[in-house]
């Protein structure tokens, strides 16, 4: 096991894997080609990575920047030889469901802003459905997120003092 590890730089499970997603994606390329609309997606593609590099990735650097940049100046003890604060940050717990998210809009937006009419007998799902769970689902993210940050804040607060 450790000269294949050494030989191939990882273990089995992560050649398993990698194959695994290879023959995954090369059955969506055939399937993809059987639609008689491979341009459609590799022009959807293109677009989807344009808009990324171009316009959210210096978003949401900027958006990241202020934040640490906030979470710094919180964190500096309010006088000299104060106690450090617990290291808990708030803007892991946001980041995180904000960018699960965003996948998912940017995933199923068509059917989230009801422009999936053609879909409508592929899903089984009326166009209007999607929003309302989408918001649902995003709110339970933040949620479930939020109560996570308060029981980690609390255990890092309880063994800071005790």
């Known amino acids: 096991m450790a000269r294949f590890a050494r030989n191939y730089g990882a273990g089995p499970l992560h050649l398993l894997s990698a194959l695994a997603s290879f023959a995954v994606a090369g059955y969506a390329a055939l399937r993809i080609r059987e639609l008689g609309a491979p341009g459609n997606v590799a022009f959807w593609f293109v677009g989807v990575i344009v808009a990324h590099d171009l316009l959210l990735l210096p978003l949401y650097s900027l958006v990241q920047s202020v934040a640490s940049r906030l979470s710094r100046a919180q964190a500096r003890p309010a006088r000299a030889g104060a106690p450090p604060p617990p290291g ?3 803007l892991n717990h946001v980041r995180v469901p904000a960018m699960i998210a965003g996948l998912l809009f940017g995933l199923f937006f068509p059917a989230i ?50």
Do not use: Q
């Not at 309302?132 to 063994?159: K, N, P």
């Open 88 to 90: 808990v940050l708030l």
């Open 113 to 162: 802003l009801g422009r999936n009419e053609g879909y409508v007998d592929a899903s089984g799902l009326e166009s209007d459905v999607y929003l309302g769970r989408w918001l649902a689902l995003t709110a339970a993210l933040f949620v479930l997120s939020g109560l996570l940050y308060a029981v980690r804040r609390g255990r890092s607060l309880a063994a800071h003092t005790g």
